[in-house]
């Protein structure tokens, strides 16, 4: 099924570890990025890329690191996990012939001990 | 600068009851607007968007919103509650200018009293 796909939905990290969170699309999109939800806070963008080889920043991109190394994937790597990283991530996609209507992962829950 | 407040953090009406969520939003460029639905521990499902066309949008499940830009806001509605209709709704803005970033409001939980 064509979809956002991510991986692991759970994750418990021990503070100082680190980790890749997965995320693969294949609607063939250039637009890809990583989200991060709190509660009260709605989503917050971590990074974005809009096509291979191409990322940015978001407005919370400190303790993370992206990549873009073909259209499909766009991994999250946490370097140093701290409890402030304890949240629900989400992948999202999208083109510019989807209007701008982004399709989401499932996201993954992780927390950090 | 872009932003989207809405305007209740809560919202509680009962089954049949019709339902309004309510947004409001800043853009500094024509704006394309959406509404995602999120179920416990679910992702995020479109419900409908705006995106310069017909300002009363319909969407799936019934549900409906009216971009108005003399008030820069787009409520969401829907006629008759389901018990289903339970989740949180998020209004999002893209404002365009190229840089395919969305903004998000901070979620309306809807509950639905049988």
């Known amino acids: 099924n064509a979809g956002v796909t991510q991986t692991p939905k759970f994750q418990v990290l021990k503070t100082g570890q680190s980790m890749t969170l997965q995320c693969a699309q294949d609607?063939?999109?250039?637009?890809m990025s990583w989200y991060r939800q709190d509660p009260g806070m709605g989503l917050r963008l971590i990074h974005y890329s809009v096509g291979a080889g191409i990322t940015d920043q978001g407005e919370v991109p400190n303790g993370y690191n992206v990549s873009r190394s073909t259209t499909e994937d766009f991994p999250l790597r946490l370097l140093s996990a701290a409890p402030s990283q304890t949240s629900v991530y989400f992948c999202?996609?999208?083109?510019?012939?989807?209007?701008?209507?982004?399709?989401f992962g499932s996201g993954t829950r992780l927390t950090v001990v | 600068a872009q932003s989207v407040t809405q305007l209740d953090s809560h919202v509680s009406v009962s089954e049949g009851t019709p339902v309004l969520l309510r947004c409001n939003y800043s853009s500094s460029y024509s704006p394309s607007l959406f509404w995602y639905v999120q179920h416990p521990n679910k992702g995020l499902q479109l419900l409908l968007k705006y995106t310069s066309a017909a300002t009363l949008v319909k969407g799936i499940n019934g549900f409906e919103a009216e971009f108005k830009k003399s008030e820069t806001s787009f409520h969401l509605t829907k006629p008759s509650a389901h018990m289903s209709d339970a989740a949180e709704y998020f209004c999002?803005?893209?404002?365009?200018?190229?840089?395919?970033?969305?903004?998000f409001g901070k979620g309306t939980k809807l509950s639905v009293i049988p």
């Open positions: 999202a996609s999208t083109s510019v012939g989807q209007g701008h209507g982004y399709t």
């Open positions: 609607m063939n999109h250039e637009y």
């Open positions: 999002v803005l893209y404002s365009g200018a190229g840089s395919y970033q969305l903004t």
